[in-house]
């Protein structure tokens, strides 16, 4: 039994992954809802035949498993061909099922003419973005970018300008003709494991990847693999491929020449990342003083009657230029990925301590460069910082880039004096940048070099840069984290369900304002504090109340319920949400703090003043002279904080001596809207918290949707406010 052309030619389009169909076959017999519903229509497809479709299925299944007839009559010095000696303990393994496709496939692949190029390629300026790159997406939690997907990008860029590699040779009633293809469908070459532990290698295709731009093409790719490794790719993905890449580097070859299959132009593969050979004895100091780079061997095999070696060794040689950062390659990469960094480029090395006969003044001048970029991220490292959970992030900024200051990629695994950086007294630039970057530019922000008094700004350098302040939060503290989050998700849930359309001003999507404040109250405990008093605009005031100073639900409940005082004369007047309460908050470790939020009317910001003549008076009858047992915390909305004048008033009365509460501590819900406008249109400052810069205080811009990083800015907060007894502002975005 023959299968017939049509059958044959669309399971030869399938190429390298015949077997892979087959595979797919056997659990399609054995179970036919075991394979996905478009593997069920082509095996269906394909047995449409007159015998039937289940016996024309069954005789291309025996027909396909046979072991394939090898033609070796023209090779007659080929090994298979060669006479064999068997010992007693040696065994003869019959070649059946994807072996035996895949030995077809090799067989026919001698047909084709090959020819290969092969290129070195400096990998330096490839991996130093790479590394930017995922370090900007690992704040976001958005997964990582591989060597290949920055590979097969390029190789995908460099066909626009070579689309005589994205061809394939054909051969008609005219005769043989090239066929030039539309659009790209970008072959990956996947080492797949089966279940009994032996490993096969499979090529699905990226459709029209030269139509998308990097995060759709990473996307597409991502999903590919995905879905490879899940056995759960269709027929569609392996049909069609026009041109391939295959990475054994990723196994330590350095390079390869891979089989060409027909219907396709080229093959890529790509050798191991790493220095030469004759480097690999060199220690990382001679390597960063010397600026060697590692480096990537890349070889194009194609179909040597289609194309030309010229053409091959041009295509490489784009490949290579966008690599190294030509045509703004890996700037529209940044761009698609909304990463606010420039990316580093190719540039001449020029290392003063090897070459300049001045080299002193050279190294000093470079070494002030440091200091002046360790300054800048200091200064402007929260205009870049990851701060909005609605996904607006902050641009690139010149005076954040190294290579405003003359440094290069050649730099970054070179040594400097930090002064004190992360506690650290000298770094490579590279751990420079990667402290800097962790401080200043992920979730948090922060805003001090605008204070005056040293000992408070080498106090806030030493809290907020060295490693403990970014390091993971022990799991107590986060399962506690967990606990007001939840508690604080679930009432205003609650409330949404059984009070809809009452005005209630919800604090959801600020609810890590909880955590917050909680651990605020475990952190004042632990430095003196004994009691806080809590002044609040109405957005989250109902959360508060219930979650932090356990005010009864029932009573919360009631006011909704719309329950009146038979004593009052045509009502109090007031509303649920200008009420104040009184409580004990009880601390993770047992102990208790007592908390109060002061009733507020609907003037928002003139709650300030009556909260710090509160805290005053409080110090004064507790003769609190230190002002460190009874704190004041403000809580404020954005809008409110920039534009109501009682804010600014409140803070310049803050240092007097006649009206100090030893600092004030401000969280900002931070909603983005005033109301009924946008920040553009409410304020000319670019934060709602500039107002704080008048009394020099520290602000913290923390994204809402982290806690963890919410949580940490709320204990430095509170140790700022009881180590020098003024105000500090936290604006959780």
């Known amino acids: 039994m023959n299968i017939d052309k049509t059958e044959k030619r669309i399971l030869d389009s399938f190429g390298w992954n015949s077997g892979y169909i087959e595979e797919m076959y056997d659990r399609y017999l054995n179970d036919r809802d075991s394979v996905s519903q478009s593997w069920r229509d082509f095996f269906e497809n394909l047995g449409n035949h007159e015998n039937g479709p289940e016996e024309r299925v069954a005789e291309i299944a025996e027909e396909l498993t046979k072991p394939q007839p090898v033609d070796v009559s023209?090779?007659?010095?080929?090994?298979?061909?060669?006479?064999?000696?068997?010992?007693?303990?040696?065994?003869?393994?019959?070649?059946?099922?994807?072996?035996?496709?895949?030995?077809?496939?090799?067989?026919a692949s001698l047909t084709i003419p090959t020819a290969t190029s092969q290129r070195a390629i400096p990998v330096k300026v490839m991996e130093e973005n790479r590394k930017i790159i995922n370090a900007g997406l690992s704040g976001r939690r958005a997964g990582k970018i591989s060597f290949t997907h920055i590979i097969a990008w390029a190789i995908i860029k460099a066909l626009k300008?070579?689309?005589?590699?994205?061809?394939?040779?054909v051969v008609t009633d005219g005769g043989p003709q090239r066929l030039q293809k539309g659009s790209v469908n970008f072959g990956l070459a996947i080492d797949v494991e089966r279940k009994d532990?032996?490993?096969?290698?499979?090529?699905?295709?990226?459709?029209?990847?030269?139509?998308?731009?990097?995060?759709?093409?990473v996307s597409a790719y991502d999903d590919l693999i995905a879905r490879t490794r899940k056995s759960s790719i269709d027929p569609a993905d392996f049909q069609g491929t026009t041109i391939t890449l295959t990475n054994p580097g990723t196994v330590g070859t350095v390079a390869s020449l891979p089989r060409l299959m027909a219907g396709q132009g080229a093959i890529i593969a790509t050798g191991a990342i790493q220095y030469p050979a004759e480097y690999h004895a060199m220690s990382d100091e001679a390597l960063a003083t010397l600026g060697l780079s590692k480096v990537m061997n890349i070889t194009c095999t194609y179909d040597h009657r289609i194309i030309q070696g010229a053409e091959s060794g041009q295509f490489l040689a784009r490949v290579h230029e966008l690599l190294t950062g030509e045509d703004e390659f890996y700037e529209e990469i940044f761009e698609t990925l909304n990463i606010p960094h420039k990316p580093v480029s190719w540039s001449t090395d020029y290392n003063p301590s090897l070459f300049s006969s001045n080299q002193n003044r050279e190294a000093i001048e470079k070494q002030a460069r440091v200091l002046q970029l360790i300054n800048l991220y200091r200064v402007r490292g929260h205009l870049i910082a990851d701060l909005d959970p609605l996904g607006e992030r902050g641009h690139y900024h010149s005076e954040l880039d190294p290579a405003s200051y003359g440094f290069t990629i050649w730099d970054l695994d070179r040594e400097f004096i930090t002064g004190g950086l992360g506690n650290r007294d000298s770094a490579t630039l590279r751990e420079i940048l990667d402290i800097l970057?962790?401080?200043?530019?992920?979730?948090?922000?922060?805003?001090y070099m605008h204070i005056q008094h040293p000992d408070e700004k080498a106090w806030l350098q030493q809290r907020i840069e060295s490693s403990p302040a970014y390091a993971p939060l022990d799991d107590e503290t986060r399962r506690h984290i967990l606990m007001h989050l939840t508690n604080a998700e679930v009432f205003e849930k609650f409330m949404h369900t059984k009070f809809i359309g009452h005005k209630r001003f919800s604090v959801e999507g600020g609810e890590v304002t909880l955590a917050v404040l909680a651990h605020l109250l475990n952190c004042a405990v632990t430095l003196e504090g004994h009691e806080a008093v809590i002044g609040m605009a109405h957005r989250g005031r109902m959360n508060v109340l219930v979650n932090i100073l356990k005010k009864p639900y029932a009573s919360v409940f009631a006011a909704f319920e719309g329950n009146i005082d038979p004593d009052t004369v045509q009502g109090s007047g007031d509303v649920k949400y200008h009420l104040g309460a009184t409580g004990n908050y009880t601390t993770k470790d047992?102990?208790?703090?007592?908390?109060?939020?002061?009733?507020?009317?609907?003037?928002?910001?003139?709650?300030?003043?009556v909260v710090e003549g509160i805290v005053r008076a409080k110090q004064e009858r507790a003769q609190d002279t230190a002002r460190s047992h009874i704190v004041p915390l403000?809580?404020?909305?954005?809008?409110?904080?920039a534009g109501q004048g009682v804010v600014a008033e409140t803070l310049n009365l803050s240092q007097l001596k006649g009206y100090r509460t030893g600092g004030t501590i401000h969280i900002i819900i931070n909603n983005q809207i005033g109301f009924t406008a946008t920040p553009e249109e409410t304020r000319?400052?670019?934060?709602?918290?500039?107002?704080?810069k008048m009394v020099q205080a520290p602000i913290?811009?923390?994204?809402?949707d982290d806690p963890d990083a919410a949580v940490r800015v709320a204990k430095i907060a509170i140790e700022y406010r009881q180590q020098f007894k003024k105000d500090v502002v936290v604006d959780i975005v």
């Open 74 to 107: 023209a090779r007659p010095t080929t090994p298979m061909a060669a006479p064999i000696d068997l010992e007693d303990e040696d065994e003869l393994i019959p070649i059946r099922g994807a072996g035996a496709k895949i030995l077809e496939n090799m067989q």
């Open 161 to 169: 300008d070579h689309q005589v590699i994205n061809s394939s040779l």
């Open 197 to 217: 532990g032996s490993r096969s290698l499979i090529v699905p295709n990226v459709k029209k990847s030269d139509r998308m731009n990097f995060r759709e093409f």
């Open 437 to 447: 970057k962790k401080t200043y530019c992920e979730k948090t922000g922060v805003e």
């Open 590 to 609: 047992g102990r208790a703090i007592k908390v109060s939020v002061v009733p507020n009317p609907s003037h928002l910001e003139a709650v300030n003043p």
């Open 634 to 641: 403000l809580i404020h909305g954005d809008a409110a904080f």
């Open 684 to 692: 000319s400052s670019p934060y709602a918290t500039d107002v704080a």
């Open 700 to 704: 913290f811009h923390v994204n809402g």
